[in-house]
Each structure stands twice: as C-alpha cells, then as structure tokens.
C-alpha cells in the first residue's frame, strides 16, 4: 500500500453568535470551516471558493462567496440554517441562538 502526501489546507475562520464573537480551538475552526465550505459548495454556480461569509437572521441564509452574494432557494435556504444552528448549539458557552454569522478564509 503506497502512502502518498495530501496537503491540507488552512483556514481562518471567526463566528459570532446572537452578535457575539465566540472563540474557536482548532479542531472547531477547521471543522466549521470545512463544513460551511462543503454545504455552500454544494450551491450551483459555486467553485473555488477563497473567502466565505455565511449570515442568518430569522433563519434567513445570506451567503457570499469571494465577495459575491449567492442567491439560494428555500430548500438549501434550510437545510444550510437548521444545520449550523444544530452544529452551532453543541458548542460551549452558545445557547438559544437568534442568528450567527461564520467567515472563512481559506489560507
């Protein structure tokens, strides 16, 4: 069995809640960083994505990618928010969440 090198990439990312930056360990970063990545990656029209900002109020999806803004219909619409509110609520410290607001670069 041959092993071969696979490069990982880097990520900055930053997520406030209900307004509030909340801190991230690593592992968390990556994670929240991979996943909002795979699920807007998912979107037509989406590739090669640099810099990501995903915001939600009343469980509205607004997502921008490398500075553009994606318009989504309401199916991706909730499965995106119903999926990072469940993901967003395990973490320490975050309870009832009204909205939230993830950044990534990918580095």
Do not use: C, Y
């Given at each position: 069995?041959?092993?071969?090198?696979?490069?990982?990439?880097?990520?900055?990312?930053?997520?406030?809640?209900?307004?509030?930056?909340?801190?991230?360990?690593?592992?968390?970063?990556?994670?929240?960083?991979?996943?909002v990545?795979?699920?807007?990656?998912?979107?037509?029209?989406?590739?090669?994505?640099?810099?990501?900002?995903?915001?939600?109020?009343?469980?509205?999806?607004?997502?921008?990618?490398?500075?553009?803004?994606?318009?989504?219909?309401?199916?991706?619409?909730?499965?995106?928010?119903?999926?990072?509110?469940?993901?967003?609520?395990?973490?320490?410290?975050?309870?009832?969440?009204?909205?939230?607001?993830?950044?990534?670069?990918v580095?």
């Amino acid at each position: 069995m041959s092993s071969h090198h696979q490069s990982r990439e880097a990520f900055e990312t930053k997520l406030w809640v209900n307004g509030t930056l909340v801190g991230l360990n690593p592992f968390v970063e990556e994670f929240l960083a991979r996943t909002v990545i795979g699920a807007v990656s998912a979107l037509k029209g989406v590739e090669d994505i640099k810099a990501l900002e995903l915001d939600v109020e009343n469980d509205s999806a607004r997502i921008k990618v490398n500075g553009t803004e994606i318009t989504i219909t309401p199916f991706p619409n909730d499965v995106i928010v119903k999926t990072f509110i469940g993901l967003l609520s395990t973490l320490k410290g975050v309870d009832k969440i009204d909205g939230f607001k993830v950044v990534v670069r990918v580095l």
